[in-house]
Nanobody
């Protein structure tokens, strides 16, 4: 049983940084792709970043490319999202998700397990 839990959200000024972490206390962590998604108030959940189980393939949404970095530590069962140069448009609830598959995907439907989310607020 996968159990994901995010941490690291909070309030930050525009231009600042935050580092989100996601711990998986369930199944064999290293076997599957992991992703980060976000959902702003009144908007649909959108893809942010994803990484394969060995970290050999990474994908970012265009909106965060060059500012966010996803990484994972399979020995510690964690996946992280380093967010730099934050903008007010990055304000959202951020969710960690574990894929059904080893290949990365930008589609929420490809992810079977989700954490409860952590809130990120960027003030202007």
């Amino acid at each position: 049983q996968v159990q994901l839990a995010e941490s690291g959200g909070g309030l930050v000024q525009a231009g600042g940084s935050l580092r989100l972490s996601c711990a998986d206390s369930g199944r064999t962590f290293s076997s599957y792709a992991m992703g980060w998604f976000r959902q702003a108030p009144g908007k649909e959940r959108e893809f942010v970043a994803a990484i394969t189980w060995r970290g050999g393939s990474i994908s970012y949404a265009d909106a965060v490319k060059g500012r966010f970095t996803i990484s994972r530590d399979n020995a510690k069962n964690t996946v992280s999202l380093q967010m730099n140069s934050l903008e007010p448009e990055d304000t959202a609830d951020y969710y960690c998700a574990a894929s059904w598959r080893t290949l990365i995907s930008t589609m929420p439907s490809e992810y079977g397990n989700w954490g409860p989310g952590t809130q990120v607020t960027v003030s202007s």
